[in-house]
């Protein structure tokens, strides 16, 4: 079983950039696919960006804007966010897809 660590949110006004990162153990990483899927306040949580090998896919409201990609030696995943808008404050969470156990998160908050 894959135990995940999100980490990187925060404050960050529209238009800035964050950069989170996902640590995992307990398991053979690269095996797996990896997702970031975020939940906003009073919403569903749903997929934003997933890789499965070299493959990416991104939901419509964050493709251009979001790069995801991993470093299996570290077994890590990342997210890097750029012009990012105020809709996208959510808690921010990495998983396998489809998806295992939740972690605690990472909050991001976009706002001036």
């Known amino acids: 079983q894959v135990q995940l660590v999100e980490s990187g949110g925060g404050l960050v006004q529209p238009g800035g950039s964050l950069k989170l990162s996902c640590t995992a153990s307990?398991?053979?990483?690269?095996?797996?696919?990896m997702g970031w899927y975020r939940q906003a306040p009073g919403k569903q949580r749903e997929l934003v960006a997933a890789?499965?090998?070299?493959?990416?896919n991104y939901a419509d409201s964050v493709k251009g804007r979001f790069t995801i990609s991993r470093d299996n030696a570290k077994n890590t995943v990342y997210l890097q966010m750029n012009s990012l808008k105020p809709e996208d404050t959510a808690v921010y969470y990495c998983?396998?897809?489809?998806?295992?156990?939740w972690g605690k998160g990472t909050l991001v908050t976009v706002s001036s």
């Open positions: 307990g398991s053979i990483f690269s095996i797996y696919g």
């Open positions: 890789i499965i090998y070299d493959s990416t």
């Open positions: 998983n396998i897809v489809p998806p295992g156990s």
